[in-house]
T-cell receptor
Protein backbone atom coordinates (compact mmCIF):
# COMPACT_ATOMS: atom_id res chain seq x y z
CA UNK A 1 0.00 0.00 0.00
CA UNK A 2 0.95 3.65 -0.24
CA UNK A 3 3.23 5.16 2.34
CA UNK A 4 4.12 8.75 2.97
CA UNK A 5 7.77 9.77 2.72
CA UNK A 6 9.34 11.00 5.92
CA UNK A 7 12.73 12.59 6.33
CA UNK A 8 15.11 12.24 7.84
CA UNK A 9 14.93 8.48 8.24
CA UNK A 10 16.85 8.70 11.49
CA UNK A 11 18.69 11.29 13.50
CA UNK A 12 21.05 11.46 16.43
CA UNK A 13 20.86 14.66 18.38
CA UNK A 14 22.11 15.98 21.67
CA UNK A 15 19.84 16.75 24.58
CA UNK A 16 18.59 20.31 24.38
CA UNK A 17 18.72 20.55 20.60
CA UNK A 18 15.73 21.30 18.44
CA UNK A 19 14.51 18.68 15.98
CA UNK A 20 12.71 19.04 12.68
CA UNK A 21 11.19 16.35 10.53
CA UNK A 22 8.81 16.37 7.62
CA UNK A 23 6.39 14.23 5.73
CA UNK A 24 5.49 14.50 2.06
CA UNK A 25 2.92 12.96 -0.21
CA UNK A 26 2.21 12.93 -3.91
CA UNK A 27 -1.50 13.34 -3.19
CA UNK A 28 -3.65 15.55 -0.99
CA UNK A 29 -4.73 14.70 2.53
CA UNK A 30 -7.38 16.54 4.52
CA UNK A 31 -6.05 15.60 7.94
CA UNK A 32 -2.48 15.19 9.08
CA UNK A 33 -1.53 13.44 12.29
CA UNK A 34 1.73 12.89 14.11
CA UNK A 35 2.31 9.84 16.29
CA UNK A 36 5.18 8.62 18.49
CA UNK A 37 5.88 4.93 18.91
CA UNK A 38 8.09 3.51 21.64
CA UNK A 39 9.65 0.05 21.15
CA UNK A 40 7.12 -2.75 21.50
CA UNK A 41 4.17 -0.42 21.91
CA UNK A 42 1.42 1.08 19.81
CA UNK A 43 1.58 4.61 18.43
CA UNK A 44 0.43 7.50 20.60
CA UNK A 45 -1.18 10.55 19.01
CA UNK A 46 0.84 13.73 19.49
CA UNK A 47 -0.82 16.33 17.29
CA UNK A 48 -3.74 16.42 14.86
CA UNK A 49 -4.04 19.00 12.06
CA UNK A 50 -7.29 19.62 10.21
CA UNK A 51 -6.82 22.68 8.04
CA UNK A 52 -4.25 23.67 5.42
CA UNK A 53 -1.78 26.12 6.91
CA UNK A 54 -2.73 25.21 10.48
CA UNK A 55 0.04 25.45 13.07
CA UNK A 56 -0.58 23.56 16.30
CA UNK A 57 1.49 23.11 19.42
CA UNK A 58 1.48 20.51 22.15
CA UNK A 59 4.06 21.42 24.77
CA UNK A 60 7.48 21.33 23.13
CA UNK A 61 6.00 19.94 19.91
CA UNK A 62 4.79 22.08 17.04
CA UNK A 63 3.34 20.76 13.82
CA UNK A 64 2.15 22.42 10.65
CA UNK A 65 -0.27 21.35 7.94
CA UNK A 66 1.29 22.35 4.62
CA UNK A 67 -0.55 24.83 2.41
CA UNK A 68 -0.55 22.42 -0.51
CA UNK A 69 -2.08 19.73 1.73
CA UNK A 70 0.66 17.40 0.52
CA UNK A 71 3.04 17.82 3.41
CA UNK A 72 3.40 18.36 7.12
CA UNK A 73 6.19 19.26 9.51
CA UNK A 74 6.93 18.42 13.12
CA UNK A 75 9.33 20.32 15.33
CA UNK A 76 10.49 19.33 18.79
CA UNK A 77 12.18 22.01 20.83
CA UNK A 78 14.76 21.44 23.55
CA UNK A 79 14.82 17.68 23.16
CA UNK A 80 15.09 15.44 26.22
CA UNK A 81 16.03 11.75 26.51
CA UNK A 82 12.41 10.59 26.67
CA UNK A 83 11.86 12.01 23.18
CA UNK A 84 13.65 8.92 21.88
CA UNK A 85 11.40 6.83 19.68
CA UNK A 86 9.97 6.60 16.21
CA UNK A 87 7.81 9.41 14.93
CA UNK A 88 5.22 8.67 12.28
CA UNK A 89 3.14 11.03 10.28
CA UNK A 90 -0.22 9.84 9.02
CA UNK A 91 -2.65 11.28 6.54
CA UNK A 92 -6.37 10.87 6.12
CA UNK A 93 -8.28 11.83 3.02
CA UNK A 94 -11.86 11.87 4.28
CA UNK A 95 -13.16 14.45 6.70
CA UNK A 96 -15.86 13.83 9.22
CA UNK A 97 -15.45 10.09 9.29
CA UNK A 98 -13.27 7.58 11.06
CA UNK A 99 -11.63 6.60 7.81
CA UNK A 100 -8.35 4.87 7.24
CA UNK A 101 -4.94 6.40 7.76
CA UNK A 102 -1.89 6.21 5.54
CA UNK A 103 1.30 6.15 7.58
CA UNK A 104 4.68 7.60 6.82
CA UNK A 105 7.91 5.66 6.73
CA UNK A 106 8.93 6.95 10.15
CA UNK A 107 11.74 9.01 11.64
CA UNK A 108 13.82 7.33 14.31
CA UNK A 109 15.04 9.83 16.89
CA UNK A 110 17.89 9.12 19.25
CA UNK A 111 18.92 11.64 21.88
CA UNK A 112 22.33 11.63 23.49
CA UNK A 113 23.12 13.29 26.77
CA UNK B 1 -10.28 8.12 28.37
CA UNK B 2 -9.93 6.35 24.99
CA UNK B 3 -7.97 3.33 26.17
CA UNK B 4 -7.53 0.38 23.85
CA UNK B 5 -6.19 -2.95 25.03
CA UNK B 6 -4.96 -6.00 23.16
CA UNK B 7 -4.64 -9.57 24.29
CA UNK B 8 -2.33 -11.35 24.27
CA UNK B 9 0.62 -8.97 24.25
CA UNK B 10 2.76 -11.67 22.72
CA UNK B 11 2.23 -15.18 21.44
CA UNK B 12 4.43 -17.94 20.08
CA UNK B 13 2.83 -20.70 18.07
CA UNK B 14 3.74 -23.59 15.82
CA UNK B 15 3.38 -23.35 12.08
CA UNK B 16 -0.07 -24.43 10.95
CA UNK B 17 -1.95 -23.41 14.06
CA UNK B 18 -4.44 -20.56 14.36
CA UNK B 19 -4.04 -17.62 16.68
CA UNK B 20 -6.70 -15.19 17.88
CA UNK B 21 -5.89 -11.65 18.95
CA UNK B 22 -8.42 -9.52 20.81
CA UNK B 23 -8.77 -5.76 20.67
CA UNK B 24 -10.96 -4.01 23.22
CA UNK B 25 -11.96 -0.41 23.72
CA UNK B 26 -12.09 -0.14 27.50
CA UNK B 27 -13.87 3.13 28.15
CA UNK B 28 -15.68 3.98 24.96
CA UNK B 29 -17.74 2.42 22.23
CA UNK B 30 -15.83 1.89 19.02
CA UNK B 31 -17.93 1.96 15.91
CA UNK B 32 -14.87 1.35 13.76
CA UNK B 33 -11.76 -0.67 14.46
CA UNK B 34 -8.67 -1.05 12.33
CA UNK B 35 -6.03 -3.77 12.19
CA UNK B 36 -2.44 -3.04 11.23
CA UNK B 37 0.66 -5.14 10.76
CA UNK B 38 4.14 -3.83 11.40
CA UNK B 39 7.32 -5.66 10.44
CA UNK B 40 10.59 -4.82 12.22
CA UNK B 41 11.84 -1.32 11.49
CA UNK B 42 8.96 -0.67 9.14
CA UNK B 43 5.84 1.43 9.24
CA UNK B 44 2.31 0.38 10.06
CA UNK B 45 0.41 -1.15 7.16
CA UNK B 46 -3.36 -1.24 7.33
CA UNK B 47 -4.77 -4.73 6.93
CA UNK B 48 -8.49 -4.16 7.32
CA UNK B 49 -11.22 -1.88 8.61
CA UNK B 50 -14.12 -3.30 10.56
CA UNK B 51 -17.40 -1.74 11.56
CA UNK B 52 -19.50 -3.25 14.30
CA UNK B 53 -21.97 -5.76 12.98
CA UNK B 54 -20.72 -5.82 9.41
CA UNK B 55 -18.05 -7.58 7.41
CA UNK B 56 -14.53 -6.20 7.47
CA UNK B 57 -13.07 -4.37 4.49
CA UNK B 58 -9.65 -5.72 3.63
CA UNK B 59 -6.82 -3.84 1.99
CA UNK B 60 -5.51 -5.02 -1.32
CA UNK B 61 -3.19 -7.96 -0.94
CA UNK B 62 -4.51 -9.05 2.47
CA UNK B 63 -6.08 -12.50 2.39
CA UNK B 64 -9.43 -12.33 4.10
CA UNK B 65 -9.60 -16.10 4.53
CA UNK B 66 -6.29 -16.10 6.33
CA UNK B 67 -6.89 -13.07 8.52
CA UNK B 68 -10.39 -13.44 9.90
CA UNK B 69 -11.79 -10.34 11.54
CA UNK B 70 -14.87 -10.25 13.73
CA UNK B 71 -16.31 -7.06 15.23
CA UNK B 72 -19.17 -8.52 17.21
CA UNK B 73 -19.68 -5.68 19.66
CA UNK B 74 -18.91 -2.01 20.07
CA UNK B 75 -16.01 -2.80 22.38
CA UNK B 76 -14.45 -5.91 20.89
CA UNK B 77 -12.84 -6.90 17.62
CA UNK B 78 -10.85 -10.06 17.03
CA UNK B 79 -8.24 -10.97 14.45
CA UNK B 80 -7.64 -14.66 13.84
CA UNK B 81 -4.55 -15.66 11.92
CA UNK B 82 -5.45 -19.03 10.45
CA UNK B 83 -2.85 -21.67 9.62
CA UNK B 84 -0.06 -19.36 10.65
CA UNK B 85 3.35 -19.60 9.00
CA UNK B 86 6.69 -18.04 9.91
CA UNK B 87 6.15 -15.22 7.41
CA UNK B 88 3.10 -14.17 9.43
CA UNK B 89 5.38 -13.33 12.35
CA UNK B 90 4.89 -9.64 12.96
CA UNK B 91 3.62 -6.98 15.35
CA UNK B 92 -0.15 -6.69 15.03
CA UNK B 93 -1.72 -3.45 16.22
CA UNK B 94 -5.36 -2.51 16.43
CA UNK B 95 -6.92 0.90 16.70
CA UNK B 96 -10.41 2.09 17.51
CA UNK B 97 -12.41 5.17 16.66
CA UNK B 98 -15.36 6.24 18.73
CA UNK B 99 -18.56 7.80 17.56
CA UNK B 100 -18.18 11.49 16.84
CA UNK B 101 -14.41 11.44 17.32
CA UNK B 102 -12.58 10.60 14.17
CA UNK B 103 -9.12 10.00 15.51
CA UNK B 104 -7.91 6.50 16.08
CA UNK B 105 -6.64 5.33 19.44
CA UNK B 106 -4.12 2.52 19.23
CA UNK B 107 -3.70 -0.60 21.28
CA UNK B 108 -0.31 -1.66 22.65
CA UNK B 109 0.17 -4.31 19.95
CA UNK B 110 0.58 -8.09 19.89
CA UNK B 111 3.87 -9.69 18.93
CA UNK B 112 3.23 -12.91 17.00
CA UNK B 113 6.06 -15.35 16.45
CA UNK B 114 5.38 -18.43 14.36
CA UNK B 115 7.95 -21.20 14.66
Amino acid sequence: GQQLNQSPQSMFIQEGEDVSMNCTSSSIFNTWLWYKQDPGEGPVLLIALYKAGELTSNGRLTAQFGITRKDSFLNISASIPSDVGIYFCAGRRSTGTASKLTFGTGTRLQVTL
Amino acid sequence: GAVVSQHPSWVICKSGTSVKIECRSLDFQATTMFWYRQFPKQSLMLMATSNEGSKATYEQGVEKDKFLINHASLTLSTLTVTSAHPEDSSFYICSAARTGVYEQFFGPGTRLTVL
